[in-house]
């Protein structure tokens, strides 16, 4: 469906001449299809006005960069969504202790995009100022950096609840309320990717200051388990509700009915009641997502739970200990580096006695945890008893503040706190 002005979908955008390179990577995970018209009308003009507001605030860009091209961050080429690898680029010159393979890695991962090459105006003093302004306070602030996000989620829920009834409303109230959710796009955009640019240019940083040890995956082992993925809410969910049924004989007879209509048959069921309960609270959190969830033409978890019961499906056949929750990492790694929850706690006698990795978070602090590190009481041999690598060495040490107790997992000995 082309345009009558030269594009080649009615949904293109003009591209940027000042940052003319775009490419799929990441946006293409979360937008792998065709843009929809309905879905360019209601979000894209909205989601550019969020994204060309996290830009200016953060010094990349100023306002005469947005002259002759319709999204800068973004693009839209073909009917599908594309982003700006030039951008991104151009925070390696303004932020310091980053270059232009991080943000490459960080934003769109592997690529054979051309090599940057330093325009005048990358550096900009003011800019800079203000990306150093934004990051300090995200390094040192940051309750009061995510504290505007937080309340425009409350914001947005309140708006949510004072809709009224889709089954009750006539054609023009529904075609006012689509209309009225570009504001809240736009609101939503900025928050989305100013807690992204927070996260990825500290995660880089992080990745900076590790790159000694020669660790693979070490940033993703200290950074897991802390519970602060949004995005994770969904799939956690879904396994607790898929352990549900994986728990119950009722639930497991009707999941394995492969006839349509499952959910009726759920609903209908009255020893299914938790389940149901778990499942509704569900889709009032996450009742608008689903896949392809940007494009207002896919179907929702809320518009079609079949979908939702599909996953839950699928998830209730792993074992009870496929997939667990990773543990902060001042509580302990495993060798391996991937995480462990200890089925008796971080201070029960089980936990101490087999010296596993638990699940708690009142642990004690990285840099208390780290002087622990650095000699065993017990046997006196102090860093050299444990491995040379710092990971290694970590996961050789069980720290918890509920076990007050300090153990050596080479020696086997533990000494009280």
């Known amino acids: 469906m082309g345009a009558t002005d030269g594009r080649l979908y009615v949904t293109d955008t003009t591209p940027s001449e000042r940052f003319p390179i775009y490419c799929r990577g990441n946006v293409g995970e979360v937008f792998p299809n065709v843009m929809t018209p309905m879905t360019s009308s209601l979000f894209q003009d909205a989601a550019s006005g969020g994204q060309e507001r996290t830009l200016l605030e953060f010094g990349m860009v100023s306002a005469e960069h947005f002259v002759g091209a319709d999204s800068v961050l973004t693009g839209v080429f073909g009917g599908y969504l594309y982003g700006n690898v030039s951008l991104g680029r151009v925070a390696s010159a303004r932020v ?3 270059s232009a393979a991080d943000i490459d890695r960080e934003m769109f991962g592997l690529s054979d995009a051309p090599p940057p090459v330093r325009q005048r105006g990358d550096r900009d003093l003011r800019g800079s100022a203000r990306a150093a ?4 306070r995200a390094l040192f602030r ?3 950096a995510a504290a505007p996000a937080t309340a425009a989620r409350a914001e947005v829920a309140a708006w949510r609840a004072a809709l009224p009834p889709i089954e009750s409303s006539d ?4 075609i006012d309320l689509a209309a009225g959710v570009s504001p809240w796009v736009e609101r939503m955009m900025y928050h989305l990717l100013f807690v992204s640019a927070f996260s990825g240019l500290t995660r880089s940083m992080v990745e900076r200051l ?7 995956g070490l940033v ?4 897991a388990g802390l519970g602060t993925i ?3 809410r969904p799939a956690n969910e879904l396994w607790r509700l898929g352990r549900l049924v994986a728990a119950s004989p009722t639930l497991t007879a009707l999941f394995d009915d492969d006839s349509p209509g499952l959910s009726t048959r759920v ?4 020893r299914a009641e938790g389940f149901n309960a778990g499942f509704d609270a569900f889709l009032e959190a996450h009742g608008a997502r689903g896949p392809d969830e940007w494009e207002l033409a896919s179907p929702t978890w809320g518009d079609r739970p079949e979908i939702a019961l599909a996953a839950i499906d699928r998830l209730r056949w792993p074992p009870p200990t496929a997939i667990r929750a990773a543990p902060r990492i001042a509580c302990a790694m495993s060798a391996s580096g991937a995480s462990q929850r200890s089925a008796g706690g971080c201070g029960s006698a089980s936990a101490r006695s087999s010296r596993v990795p638990c699940d708690r978070r009142r642990c004690s602090p990285p840099s208390e945890r780290r002087r622990r590190l650095r000699s065993c009481a017990p046997c006196s041999r102090g860093s050299r008893h444990l491995p040379n690598s710092p990971a290694e060495r970590m996961s050789r040490m069980t720290t918890c503040s509920s076990s007050r107790s300090t153990s050596c997992l080479s020696c086997s000995r533990t000494r009280p706190r």
């Open 133 to 136: 302004r934004q990051m300090t």
């Open 142 to 144: 940051p309750r009061s």
């Open 171 to 174: 054609q023009e109230t529904l």
């Open 210 to 216: 590790v790159a000694r040890f020669d660790e693979p």
């Open 96 to 98: 310091p202790g980053l």
């Open 230 to 232: 949004e995005s994770a």
């Open 267 to 270: 609903r209908a069921e009255r």
């Open 220 to 223: 993703n082992t200290l950074s």
